[in-house]
Nanobody, 122 residues
Framework: QLQLVESGGDLVQPGGSLRLSCTAS????????IGWFRQAPGKEREGVSC????????TAADSVKGRFTISRDNRKNTVYLQMNSLKPEDTGIYYC???????????????WGQGTQVTVSS
């Protein structure tokens, strides 16, 4: 059974940093494109960043460019999202998904984990 587990979310002050992890069990993560998505209360899930097989990287929202970096460690079967200079509008539940398309559309991904909560507040 394909399963992803997200971790690393926390309460952090504006300007702070967090590193989220997305670890796979039951399959080899490098065989898939892996995307990070987030969902704020009352809003739809949106794409944040995606890393493809062979480390072809695509970053989503303009609001995260220059602040968020996606990477993968195939030895640990894990994809990371390094988030710097966090803002209150980055608050939400962050999910990772595995997909066959290099995309930022949630509909192109599956095997969602339970998500990890990120709260940016003073």
């Amino acid at each position: 059974q394909l399963q992803l587990v997200e971790s690393g979310g926390d309460l952090v002050q504006p300007g702070g940093s967090l590193r989220l992890s997305c670890t796979a069990s039951g399959f080899i993560l490098d065989n898939y494109h892996i995307g990070w998505f987030r969902q704020a209360p009352g809003k739809e899930r949106e794409g944040v960043s995606c890393i493809g097989r062979g480390n072809f990287v695509r970053t989503a929202a303009d609001s995260v460019k220059g602040r968020f970096t996606i990477s993968r460690d195939n030895r640990k079967n894990t994809v990371y999202l390094q988030m710097n200079s966090l803002k209150p509008e980055d608050t939400g539940i962050y999910y990772c998904g595995a997909g066959r398309e290099l995309s930022l559309r949630p509909a192109d991904f599956g095997s969602w984990g339970q998500g990890t909560q990120v709260t940016v507040s003073s």
